[in-house]
């Protein structure tokens, strides 16, 4: 048995159940691990095995066993130590939350405030085991533990007990020094035997350098480059690369980075009272700059004596330095179909997203009536449901891994937060917005609002407040996507254009949430920022992935953008991608599907395409004309740009109505036939405007009331236009006496949502959908005066009233799209008598959409015209890429 894993936990199984592994380092790899005696996880580390048979494993553990009895708020305990199988392990506590290097990753460059106080926190640590005669020796973010945002030294006397064990004695005997180049000490570079308190306060000065400006003060290619600069060169002054940074923070940076150890901060208390200290100033040491003649003169004397250690000190460090880059991985990810369902009803919106960790993914899956999230762990077969997330599309999860907020479709439209671990969902917003959710680094939820502006709230709940006010994206388009950057200081938005007739148009923009100044613009419908590559990847409108140099502080791109590959579904201007832990998830576009409006008989369901050389082509609503010879049809063509289309019955031509705006949809016919009115997106609300069937002449505005048009429909007398209107507050349906009102009235404007409605042909009637009860149910009142009566004639949920031409029948189908219920109206509404009329065709199918009415009976009331769709697959198979920033970088390399 040769792996350690294996190992260990057969040898410790008496005594801990190792989980998985959570990474390795330079010294040890680590373990979640159960204490099967204390009930509890821990951190369970293996010393490399190939540094434990050069130290010595009895010397490392008496040596270690000294660091035990370190108490502090700030200090990881240490638990457990011994050898098991031949393998030296040590155990401390699991602290549920990241390393400081996780949130340095994620954010580049942390709040002012955040990061000091973080030192603070470490010095406070490092002075009380400097007074008990412990030195760290390896202060780095990877060992600075966040819990609940507060700091844990970890690893605490490990590099000690190294250094005093057999094989560490051997070690400095020859010069080898133990640390991690970006944070050593030039004393610990030279590789002196005696390292003092102030070699851990050189670090931590090093880590919060890098907290402040996101990069360690000194950095190259090689060790040998980085060691070379801690010895011969002085860090970039801090207040030149962030101005926020206030003088005496920078003051407390320069001594306790200076050269020489007489020059630091005597103890690691007196560097955290400097940071507290806004009259401190620097004293002696040389500011940070780069090195003039007199610093070189200065270090030159420490250059000679580091020179002919060099080598031996990059030894050690060649043993114990990090884990290379592990091999990029791609593999496909299976679902049940409810991927493709949930995918095919919710209008195309982004269905997954990872975890901070890139371990877990969160996806939307279900019925297109009935879908929810679940959480998939990405090395696991099966998944679990997200209870209390039904109708949940477009998640997102916090930085932290514990939330996840999402949008909900039904009954309406709701920004939602739920806990990944568990609990009931909190809403947040329930109307007003104009984009999916994201989080920020500050546990708030963004959005943009419906004016376009970027707005936040709460990741807990509570009063939704202004961010900044975006400029206007100009030529009609609209933001609709939005991703805030690390730091919080910056987002990602992507403006979506008012004509995507070829496809073209979309802009992806960074922008300063604090001034609302734009910074890079590239071509894209989405993206992701990856930190540890200082890189941009984003989706472009037909499908490729690009990526570029990124500097996320100063929100501008840096050399050229180069293509990664192709294939990444973007329909609609909407994209499945997520990144997050290294990892990149991404969904291939579907096959097309084919789509054909066909008749089906009333009596025997027997169906009869339409034109059987009117195929491939994507519908989005239809309704046929008053004499029945004529289809105006909603037609999604290239770039997704959506228009209205005229169609002779059966085999007829085909010609477009539509030209302008940039999605033009629920079509109506006059009471006569001669104009067909639609909805039109131009600007931030859908307005309704009519051309004449025939396309002869221009389009006229009929109505824009200020809030967006769901649809309208014409009284068969052409006396009346009745309109459905989206909130807030909720869905109304207006009225307008066409020659009397200038301006649709409201006609149904209840608490809940009204929508969908039908005016019989005799004009005395009005059917329409509300929610009153709860679920969608068909209703019916007198008309005009709809004060004077109402009836319910659904009972297990509709959607789409429709008459029959002769008004005696009241069609509507059921909420999962396969029911057709008809109601004998002939008696009146009080004593309708409801039958299912059939079950639409397994090969057919109704958009659940409420918005389109995706059925319709023929003049003669003898058969149906709906849609049957083929077996393409819009749903796209699942791609994830692990250590996908390892081919990211090499991607860039060399690129200027």
Request: proline share 6%; net charge negative.
């Amino acid at each position: 048995m040769n792996d350690p894993a294996a190992r260990l936990a057969t040898a410790l199984a008496d005594r801990y159940r190792i989980e998985r592994e959570l990474g390795q380092g330079g010294m040890a790899t680590v373990y979640l691990a159960h204490d099967v005696r204390h009930d509890r996880k821990v951190a369970l580390k293996v010393l490399r095995p190939e540094l434990s048979a050069i130290l010595g494993a009895d010397r490392f553990l008496a040596e270690i066993k000294t660091t035990a009895n370190l108490q502090h708020p700030h200090i990881l305990s240490l638990f457990d130590s011994g050898e098991a199988d031949g393998l030296v392990f040590y155990v401390m506590p699991y602290v549920e939350g990241e390393s400081l290097r996780d949130r340095i990753r994620r954010e580049k460059q942390l709040p002012v405030d955040d990061a000091v106080r973080i030192t603070r926190e470490v010095a406070d640590a490092l002075d009380y085991a400097h007074r008990h005669g412990v030195v760290h020796r390896d202060i780095k973010p990877e060992n600075i533990l966040l819990h609940d945002g507060r700091a844990q030294v970890a690893d605490f006397g490990i590099a000690l007990a190294v250094s005093r064990s057999e094989g560490g004695t051997r070690m400095t005997e020859t010069g080898m020094s133990l640390g991690t180049p970006h944070y050593m000490s030039p004393e610990q570079a030279m590789g002196e035997r005696e390292i003092t308190p102030k070699a851990d306060v050189y670090a931590l000065g090093c880590v919060l350098y890098e907290m402040l400006t996101g990069e360690p003060p000194f950095t190259g290619p090689t060790a040998q480059a980085i060691i070379a600069r801690v010895m011969t060169e002085e860090p970039r002054s801090l207040t030149l690369q962030r101005r926020t940074i206030p003088p005496h923070i920078e003051a407390a940076v320069t001594v306790a980075l200076a050269k020489l150890p007489a020059d630091r901060f005597a103890s690691a208390a007196q560097f955290a009272a400097a940071l507290s200290d806004a009259t401190f100033t620097r004293s002696g040491p040389a500011a940070l700059a780069p090195a003039g003649p007199g610093a070189r003169w200065r270090t030159a004397t420490m250059v000679a004596a580091g020179v002919a250690l060099l080598a031996t000190a990059l030894a050690a460090w060649a043993l114990l330095r990090p884990a290379p880059d592990r091999p990029v991985t791609r593999f496909a990810v299976a679902f049940d179909s409810g991927w493709a369902l949930a995918y095919r009803g919710i209008g195309e919106p982004a269905r997954l997203a990872l975890t901070p960790d890139g371990r877990e993914l969160v996806y939307v899956t279900g019925s297109v009536s009935n879908h929810q999230l679940a959480v998939r762990p990405l090395e696991r077969l099966e998944s679990r449901v997200l209870a209390g997330t039904l109708h949940a599309i477009s998640p997102a999860v916090s930085w932290d891994g514990a939330q996840v907020a999402y949008v909900t479709d039904d009954p309406s439209f709701t920004i939602r937060v739920a806990s990944l671990r568990g609990g009931p969902p909190v809403t947040l917003v329930d109307s007003g917005f104009a984009s999916p959710p994201t989080w920020g680094p500050d546990g708030f939820v963004y959005f943009l609002g419906a004016n376009g502006a970027v707005r936040r709230v709460a990741g807990s709940g509570g009063p939704v407040e202004d961010v900044v006010a975006l400029p206007d994206p100009g030529n009609g388009a609209a933001y609709r996507w939005l991703r805030v950057l690390p730091g919080g200081n910056g987002a990602l938005v992507a403006a979506f254009p008012a004509d995507r007739g070829d496809g073209t148009g979309y802009a992806l923009r960074a922008v300063d949430l604090r001034t609302g100044r734009v910074g890079a613009s590239l071509q894209g419908v989405g993206g992701e920022y990856i930190p540890d590559a200082r890189a941009l990847v984003y989706v472009t409108s037909d499908g490729t992935l690009m990526a570029v140099r990124f500097d996320a502080g100063a929100l501008e791109t840096r050399g050229r953008p180069q293509a990664l590959f192709e294939g990444v579904s973007s329909r609609a201007g909407r994209t499945d991608l997520t990144a997050a832990g290294g990892t990149i998830a991404y969904v291939l576009p579907g096959t097309n599907n084919v789509e054909n409006l066909i008749w089906v008989n009333r009596a025997d369901g027997a169906q009869q395409v339409v034109d059987p050389g009117w195929s491939d082509t994507e519908y989005e609503a239809f309704t046929l004309s008053p004499d029945g010879s004529r289809i105006a049809v909603t037609i999604a063509g290239d770039g997704q740009r959506v228009d209205v289309w005229i169609k002779q019955l059966d085999r007829g031509p085909l010609s477009r109505l539509t030209f302008g705006g940039s999605s033009n949809d629920a079509p109506a016919w006059t009471g006569d036939g001669r104009y067909v009115s639609y909805v039109s997106s131009r600007g931030q609300a859908g307005s309704l405007w009519r051309r004449r069937s025939d396309g002869v002449g221009t389009e006229e505005l009929v109505a824009d009331v200020g809030r967006g048009i769901i649809e309208a429909r014409w009284s068969r007398d052409g006396a009346w236009l009745i309109a459905s209107v989206e909130g807030p507050p909720s869905r109304d349906i207006l009225v307008m006496r066409l020659g009397t009102d200038s301006v649709p009235r409201p006609l149904l404007a209840d608490a809940f949502d009204e929508w969908e409605p039908a005016l019989s042909p005799d004009g005395r009637w009005l059917a329409y959908v509300s929610r009153e009860t709860g679920a969608p149910q068909v209703f019916v009142r007198p008309f005009p005066a709809v004060q004077d009566g109402k009836w319910q004639i659904s009972s297990a949920g509709a959607l789409d009233p429709v008459w029959s031409a002769d008004g005696r029948e009241l069609f509507f189908r059921s909420t999962d799209g396969q029911t057709v219920t008809v109601a004998e109206m002939a008696r009146g509404p009080s004593l309708a008598a409801r039958r299912d009329l059939w079950r639409a065709p397994l090969d057919a199918r109704f958009e659940i959409n409420a918005d389109d009415r995706m059925f319709e009976p023929a003049v003669n009331g003898r058969r149906f015209l709906l849609m049957r769709q083929g077996s393409g697959d819009l749903s796209g198979n699942l791609v994830v890429v692990q250590n996908f920033v390892t081919e990211l970088r090499a991607a860039l390399a060399g690129i200027n």
